[in-house]
């Protein structure tokens, strides 16, 4: 693993995988710049070329290029600052490969990101957003990199309390694997890379997940977040269906419990 500090964000870098492992922004809702697309995705100069996918995994196909850390999450700060952090989301490190044809899941994915910083920049609050792939021994392989099936995003706040603040957090888990019921995901990708094209990505879907939940998926130690998760869990929800029986598929903005989050 290998850190890429950025300007307000940092991108945990996987060279086996050749992808993030994990990236953490302060989105600083005070001082938040709207600022335009400022150019094209390249390699960060700081990790040599193999260590990271670059153009050659997304040419061609259907994968998009993901923004982990969004553009205008780190644009913050003074206009120098802000233009500098804006241009630094499009290394490569900071893009995971995803499938193009984004149905309502992935759209209430996006829907959840702009409330964060529209609760961020409302409330005029300064937030902490973790994100990345879950990077499982089994994802299929394309072009020589494996492709995640998994994402999941943290979110951290402080709440307010009558006795001050506490820190809050939420998780949220993206699921891009193909609902194909019985489908062979390893055959279906073999006979993709013979054609040369991305194994077969599904509906996205988006589920309320406990803090927790990510720290078991991902190996990455979250600190005190999983203490301070705000997601109820019922008692023995994880007994007779394991652990993603505590997962709740998110289907619009309104399924989503409104106290969980900073709220403008």
């Known amino acids: 693993m290998v850190e890429l500090p950025s300007t307000h964000f940092t991108v945990l870098l996987d060279r086996g995988r050749r992808l993030a492992a994990a990236t953490a922004v302060v989105v600083d809702g005070a001082r938040l710049r709207d600022l335009p697309r400022s150019g094209d995705w390249r390699p960060d100069p700081r990790v040599a070329q193999q260590d990271q996918a670059g153009e050659e995994l997304y040419a061609r196909n259907d994968l998009d290029r993901g923004h982990l850390v969004r553009r205008l999450d780190p644009v913050w700060g003074e206009p120098e600052e802000a233009a500098r952090a804006e241009a630094d989301t499009f290394t490569y490190p900071n893009a995971a490969p995803q499938a193009s044809a984004f149905n309502q899941s992935k759209e209430l994915w996006l829907g959840l990101e702009d409330h964060v910083l529209q609760a961020a920049e409302a409330g005029r609050r300064r937030l902490a957003v973790l994100t990345g792939p879950v990077l499982a021994d089994d994802d299929p392989l394309y072009r020589g990199v494996q492709l995640p099936r998994l994402f ?54 988006t589920f309320a997940v406990p803090v927790a939940d990510v720290a078991d998926l991902t190996g990455l130690d979250l600190g005190p977040l999983a203490g301070a998760d705000v997601l ?30 900073p709220v403008p």
């Open 232 to 261: 109820v869990v019922p008692a023995g929800a994880a007994d007779a269906g394991g652990a993603r029986s505590r997962w709740r598929e998110l289907r619009s903005l309104a399924d989503v419990a409104v106290g969980r989050w």
């Open 152 to 205: 999941w995003k943290v979110v951290a706040w402080a709440a307010p309390t009558p006795e001050g603040e506490r820190l809050a957090a939420v998780a949220h888990v993206l699921d891009q694997t193909p609902q194909l019921g019985s489908v062979d995901l390893q055959a279906a990708s073999a006979r993709a890379a013979l054609a040369d094209e991305p194994p077969p990505l599904g509906p996205f879907r």
